[in-house]
């Protein structure tokens, strides 16, 4: 079966750094995304993954390792705001995004 | 720039009744989708469209229906409701069905079904 793993919840404190993993075994890989979603509301794209390395986009990176079927999302110099769910999602063979239940990020002042 | 919105916003719906989630998006885009989001679980694929007349079932397709009639909307239907079916429903777009075309979400609408 296809199945995407992340950590529940992590807390970390305002204007440190969190590194939220995800593991990933889906039936063929074309990207992985992770989107961003506060509570109430929908979730907002933040980066796109298909192949190895580190992306790097202002206070976010995301890290892909397809070997191992890995990621991570990087948050440095935590903000308030940043409280929020972090969803890992992968596109399959098929083309469909399949999603990891998402770590609830608590930071702390 | 509305992107794409989503109607009702939230819904109290008896079970056996039916009702139609509405989903219209003014981007041009190709492809849309309907998703569940349950507690502790991550979003679930009902049903997805990757161009005007043509659908698809995503995971949990039943007790659902969908139409692409036009390129905007992308109306959801539950022909009799089912308490299972509480949920937060999202509709999403992407201007392409494959590789990186990110998705943008509409705002959900909350259903509960009693």
């Known amino acids: 079966g296809q199945n995407i793993d992340q950590p529940t919840e992590m807390t970390a404190t305002e204007g440190a750094i969190v590194q939220i993993n995800c593991t990933y075994q889906t039936s063929g890989f074309n990207g992985l995304f992770w989107y961003q979603q506060h509570a109430g509301e929908a979730p907002t794209f933040l980066s796109y993954?298909?192949l190895d390395g580190l992306e790097e986009k202002g206070r976010f990176s995301s890290f892909l390792s397809r070997s191992k079927g890995y990621s991570y999302l990087l948050l440095k110099e935590l903000q308030m705001k940043d409280s929020a769910s972090y969803l890992c999602?992968?596109?399959?063979?098929?083309?469909?995004?399949?999603w990891g239940a998402g770590t609830k990020l608590i930071i702390k002042p | 720039t509305a992107g794409i919105t989503q109607a009702p916003t939230s819904q109290i719906l008896a079970a056996g009744r039916s009702m139609t989630l509405r989903c219209t998006q003014d981007m041009r885009h190709n492809a849309m989708y309907w998703y569940r989001q349950d507690l502790g679980l991550g979003l679930r694929l009902i049903h997805y469209?990757?161009?005007?007349?043509?659908?698809g079932k995503g995971e949990v397709p039943d007790g659902y229906s969908v139409s692409r009639a036009n390129t905007d909307d992308f109306p959801l239907t539950l022909a009799s409701a089912v308490p299972s079916q509480t949920s937060v429903y999202f509709c999403?777009?992407?201007?392409?069905?494959?590789?990186?075309?990110?998705?943008?979400f509409g705002p959900g609408t909350r259903l509960t079904v009693l």
């Open positions: 993954n298909v």
């Open positions: 999403a777009s992407s201007d392409s069905s494959e590789g990186q075309g990110e998705q943008f």
């Open positions: 999602a992968v596109m399959d063979s098929n083309y469909q995004l399949i």
């Open positions: 469209s990757n161009t005007a007349g043509t659908t």
